[in-house]
């Protein structure tokens, strides 16, 4: 059998967040009632003309500043032409052969990935088909909403450079977390407002050219596009091994069911009749608007890891974990700049507190304990106020209440137990409360020891209302256990 | 009376503005059945309109230039609230919610819109014969057609409904009815007036642009309505220099297009008035001599592609889901197919299908791509000649007012007789067409001052001195 590599390019469609919309003034918000965020211009009402978004050339500017892309000294709109009801003009304004921004890369995992444009365009309405359960050839009816007509996508077109459902997804991630970054995009898969199709072909190992592509769509989270490109690559390699030709055509993913069905082609192959739109003249940004762009970027995820695992001491996996929240991110950056050792940070941000924020649904920003609360935090720990379990549960109580912790560790009385003589005191009472431990570790094996001695290191800290000094009761413990 | 004359007298109280209209409205009473210049006359609102310009007087202020003055308005205009058809009945009964940027200028200046004037469905065609609710007449023998697109216009102000009319001019939609009706009408440099509310049939070459009795009245007009607007991205951001009001052509220099002057099946006199306003021209102290102007004469074929290709994408939107008629049908491409069926005409068929032709994968460099190229030469060919001269000169029509029915049997003949106005379009300059003595049957007979792109303020300079030397 033939040792085949999968060929993968992404299609993903974003949402800008714009306030207003590609070419007028209407709202560019989700969840309105239907046909309310509308006008002339967004209707496509006769006599009506389309005027740019200046914000929208601004954010595929920093776009192009991010992703590495030249931007060409002028772009231009086209219209692509076809049919469909909740496309208010039946053409949608978009740009074809001269888009904003050409040839531009990310760097996934040290593997670079060329992205071939990214262009500016409008979306479309919302068509719901009512009765026949939702499905067009069933219903009695359909009802369009206008809302979603005219709001600013950004298409951004990679190369076929991707090989694998894990890369994509990584690839995927990326981006989501560069757009998020450079504050152009909410990024919500699940809402819609990032949209991935992905162009899927094989080859054997080894050849240079490439396979019949199948596009997918539909996948509305990462998972989702992992499992879609993994059943293609599997269906086409099974297709290929059983002597069948793959058919370029367009699958629709079905998550519940784990497959992806082809979709009904439209009648023949769609021609768009591309012409360059008439009422929108160039797009011919500044130098001042490119250099604002330039200053508009943020230090990026790439780059934010980098900085965290090399200058705070953060380990990889957690630095991941903490860039792809930008703003838990912000959260441990503020915590690390007032001194906070990077390492004891990103724990405590990537573990309980993020737990936390999962758990509540909150942002950072609005927790009540401030990032130079944490840093107090961890101060307490590591100056032997609080031991690492206790400051759990001050923590805790600082994440629900306006409380700093040297307060809560006042008002509960938990400093920690560092004085020698009464520590001393109390280990002593414990071996003897516990003569029966001590026997079986004195004369266990390594494993019972372990056993004994974790038991009675724990009968300690039972005794001290968990207050006591973790480093110096094991001290204690090696005297008297030798 | 000149609109000018009205405004002065309606803005120092000697006339009031009610009158004005109910003169007019009863012109309109008088001859409308006969020439069906309209599609709407708007009798109550113009005069509700006339008693606040006269309310706004009798407070001391001043309504503004066009105080009182009727104006007439070609239906593909939107007006807010009052039925805009294009002569479709793809759109009829639809009433925009919002109203273009000429039609508020000219409320804003004190006007008074009297009507939506008829004209050919969708402004396709050169005879105003292609409208679905029936053909205009000329004013001069109603047997014969005012031309086109915009009829209905220039019959108006021809008839005395109005002083002013709007028009757009896409091939020659103003100039050439107004050379058939014998009245004066401009196409603006693409740009200078909104097009924001002015139904699209071909976006790169529409313009807006007023009709007059007097070139000095279609100063006055399109000082109302020109300029930048926000609202329309080809809109020219530069203010206009203002139009003077000085017929002195002294040291101008003036050229007489030979391949718009000598073009097939031009009538004698049509190219005797344009040698005689030139000669007019030279004793007023012009320098005058003829220019070529090569590549003209693909003007014609260039213009009906690329204007057919950016319909085809404009009369999209017209799909039965929003807006206008609508023809149910088993499904949604059923219902589409049926509204567009039953909703246009033969004409605006023809060149939507051109059009789809033109821009289709395979077809599109061969003729939307070749088009554009031509569009390229016929402006640097323009660029040359405007080297030498300042503005140029050539018969408007080739011919005067042909009769209802001559020309309908057969498109080409009658998409000849915009083969003179057509190339400024494609160029996006400014051309204005004057009436100058009359031709054949003793009908209106109009020359053509073509200006470049923001030449108005010569071109006007001209305009007035042929006005003032016509027969």
């Not at chain 1, 890369?167 to 949209?195: C, N, P």
């Not at chain 2, 323009?382 to 018969?395: H, I, K, T």
């Not at chain 2, 083969?419 to 204005?432: D, F, Q, S, Y």
Request: charged share 25%; proline share 6%.
């Amino acid at each position: 059998m033939a040792e085949y590599e999968a060929v993968i390019g992404l299609e993903v469609h974003v949402e800008l967040a714009t306030t207003t919309k590609l070419f007028c003034g209407c709202p560019n918000e989700f969840g309105s009632e239907p046909n309310t965020n509308v006008c002339p211009i967004c209707l496509g009402l006769p006599g009506s003309l389309p005027v740019l978004n200046r914000r929208v050339v601004e954010y595929a500017l920093r776009l192009g500043e991010a992703m590495h892309f030249d931007v060409p000294s002028e772009s231009i709109f086209h219209r692509k032409n076809y049919f469909y009801p909740d496309m208010p003009k039946d053409y949608q304004v978009s740009q074809y052969d001269h888009p904003i921004c050409v040839e531009g890369w990310m760097e996934i995992d040290g593997t670079r990935i060329r992205i071939e444009r990214a262009h500016m365009e409008e979306d479309t309405g919302k068509t719901q088909h009512i009765g026949g359960g939702g499905r067009i050839h069933d219903a009695s009816h359909s009802l369009v909403d206008y809302n979603r007509a005219g709001v600013p996508l950004m298409e951004i077109v990679s190369h076929p450079d991707i090989r694998s459902a894990e890369q994509a997804r990584a690839y995927v991630s990326e981006l989501r977390g560069v757009l998020q970054a450079i504050g152009v995009s909410d990024v919500k898969m699940e809402e819609g407002s990032m949209r991935v199709d992905a162009n899927v072909s094989i080859r054997p190992v080894g050849t240079g050219e490439l396979g019949t592509k199948v596009e997918v769509k539909n996948m509305n989270s990462l998972r989702s596009l992992g499992r879609a490109i993994d059943y293609e690559i599997a269906r086409q390699i099974a297709a290929v091994e059983s002597g069948d030709r793959i058919v370029q055509e367009t699958r629709g993913w079905d998550e519940a069911a784990g497959v992806s069905q082809g979709m009904r082609s439209k009648e023949g192959s769609n021609d768009y009749r591309y012409f360059p739109e008439p009422d929108l003249v160039p797009v011919a940004p500044s130098d001042e608007m490119r250099a604002e762009a330039r200053a508009a970027v943020p230090e990026l995820p790439a780059a934010h890891r980098t900085r965290l695992v090399a200058e705070w001491g953060v380990a990889d996996q957690d630095a991941r974990v903490l860039v792809d929240n930008p703003a838990l991110a912000a959260y441990a950056d503020q915590a690390m700049a007032v001194g906070a050792p990077g390492k004891d940070v990103a724990n405590w941000c990537t573990g309980e507190i993020l737990g936390f924020l999962n758990e509540s649904g909150l942002s950072p920003e609005v927790l009540p304990l401030a990032p130079d609360g944490l840093a107090e935090l961890i101060g307490l720990v590591a100056d032997g106020t609080l031991s690492r379990s206790l400051a759990k549960d001050v923590l805790d109580e600082c994440l629900r209440e306006p409380k700093r912790p040297k307060q809560v560790v006042a008002e509960r009385g938990l400093a920690q137990v560092s004085d020698e003589a009464e520590l001393a005191a109390i280990v002593d009472e414990v071996l003897v409360a516990n003569g029966d431990a001590v026997e079986e570790y004195r004369v266990g094996d390594e494993k019972v020891r372990g056993k004994k001695r974790g038991f009675i290191f724990g009968q300690v800290m039972r005794a001290t209302d968990r207050k006591a000094n973790a480093a110096m009761v094991n001290q204690l413990l090696d005297e008297r256990l030798s | 009376m000149t609109a000018r004359a009205i405004a002065d007298a309606v803005r120092v109280g000697e006339r009031s503005a009610r009158s004005v209209v109910d003169e007019h409205l009863a012109a309109i009473e008088a001859r409308e059945p006969e020439l069906h210049a309209f599609n709407l006359v708007m009798g109550d609102s113009a005069r509700a309109t006339a008693d606040a310009v006269d309310a706004a007087v009798a407070r001391g202020e001043d309504p503004g230039p066009l105080a009182g003055v009727p104006v007439a308005l070609k239906d593909n205009l939107c007006t807010r609230g009052v039925p805009t058809t294009c002569s479709s009945r793809i759109l009829e009964g639809w009433e925009p919610p919002y109203t273009a940027t000429v039609v508020q200028r000219v409320l804003d200046a004190g006007g008074i819109p009297i009507g939506k004037t008829n004209l050919d469905e969708f402004a396709m065609g050169s005879s105003t014969e292609n409208s679905a609710f029936g053909a205009t007449r000329n004013p001069h023998d109603p047997s014969r057609v005012p031309g086109g697109s915009s009829g209905g216009s220039a019959a108006a102000v021809a008839a005395g409904f109005a002083p002013l009319a709007l028009g757009s001019d896409t091939g020659g939609s103003i100039r050439q009815p107004a050379a058939l009706c014998g009245v004066v009408g401009v196409k603006p440099t693409y740009g200078r007036v909104s097009r924001y509310g002015l139904i699209a049939f071909a976006s790169s070459l529409d313009q807006i642009g007023p009709f007059a009795g007097t070139v000095d009245d279609a100063a006055l007009l399109l000082e109302t309505i020109w300029g930048h607007d926000p609202l329309d991205s080809t809109s020219i951001g530069s203010p206009p220099a203002p139009l003077g009001d000085v017929p002195d052509v002294s040291g101008l220099r003036i050229g007489i297009v030979e391949e718009l002057t000598d073009v097939d099946g031009i009538q004698p006199e049509v190219r005797a008035a344009v040698e005689r306003a030139a000669a007019g021209l030279e004793s007023a102290g012009a320098h005058v001599e003829r220019v070529k102007v090569p590549s003209c004469v693909y003007g014609l074929s260039a213009y009906y592609l690329i204007a057919p290709a950016e319909a085809s994408s404009n009369l999209a939107r017209y799909d039965g889901v929003r807006y206008g008629l609508r023809v149910d049908g088993a499904d949604v491409a059923e219902m589409n197919a049926k509204t567009r069926a039953a909703g246009f005409g033969a004409e605006v068929k023809r060149r939507i299908m051109l059009g789809t032709y033109a821009l289709s994968a395979g077809y599109y460099d061969a003729y939307y791509g070749q088009a554009q190229k031509v569009r390229t030469v016929i402006i640097r060919d323009f660029a040359r000649a405007y080297e030498s001269f300042d503005v140029l000169l050539s018969p408007t029509a080739p011919t005067t007012a042909f009769e209802l029915g001559a020309k309908t049997e057969d498109p080409l003949a009658m998409y000849l007789s915009d083969v003179c106005t057509i190339p400024t379009n494609l160029a996006g300059h400014a051309a204005i067409t004057v009436p100058f003595g009359t031709g054949a049957f003793d009908l209106p007979v109009g020359v053509q001052v073509l200006a470049p792109a923001l030449g108005e303020p010569d071109m006007f300079r001209v305009a007035r001195a042929i006005e003032g030397l016509a027969p």
